[in-house]
Nanobody, 122 residues
Framework: VQLQAFGGGLVQAGGSLRLSCTTS????????MAWFRQAPGKERAFVAA????????YYADSVRGRFTISRASAKNTMYLKMNNLTPEDTATYYC????????????????WGQGTLVTVSG
């Protein structure tokens, strides 16, 4: 399974971006997809997750109400819409699918994308 994330870039504080992630290769059986991010000098952190069938959704407290995770109807593209961005959102964002455990969707996943950099200027 290969994942490719794109859509990052430079944006001013208060602006918006939409990240996309496409999956290809062998089918995977996992029920969840997720976004994580890693800021410079920090560990990778959970951002959002959802079931492929569409609901429910889960968000980190720091992004709830500003970010929206979604997917295309075909099970090969996922999105992260980010609104009202702040400099604290600056990070490399990673998409992931197929969690190691459905009871722990905020941590390990079996497949990861390569990351896309989001830089928010103040």
């Amino acid at each position: 399974v290969q994942l490719q994330a794109f859509g990052g870039g430079l944006v001013q504080a208060g602006g918006s971006l939409r990240l996309s992630c496409t999956t290809s290769g062998d089918n995977f059986s996992g029920n969840y997809m997720a976004w994580f991010r890693q800021a410079p000098g920090k560990e990778r952190a959970f951002v959002a997750a959802m079931r492929w069938r569409g609901s429910p959704t889960y968000y980190a407290d720091s992004v709830r109400g500003r970010f929206t995770i979604s997917r295309a109807s075909a099970k090969n593209t996922m999105y992260l819409k980010m609104n009202n961005l702040t400099p604290e959102d600056t990070a490399t964002y990673y998409c992931a699918v197929d969690p190691k455990s459905d009871s722990d969707i905020r941590n390990g996943y079996n497949y990861w994308g390569q990351g896309t950099l989001v830089t928010v200027s103040g």
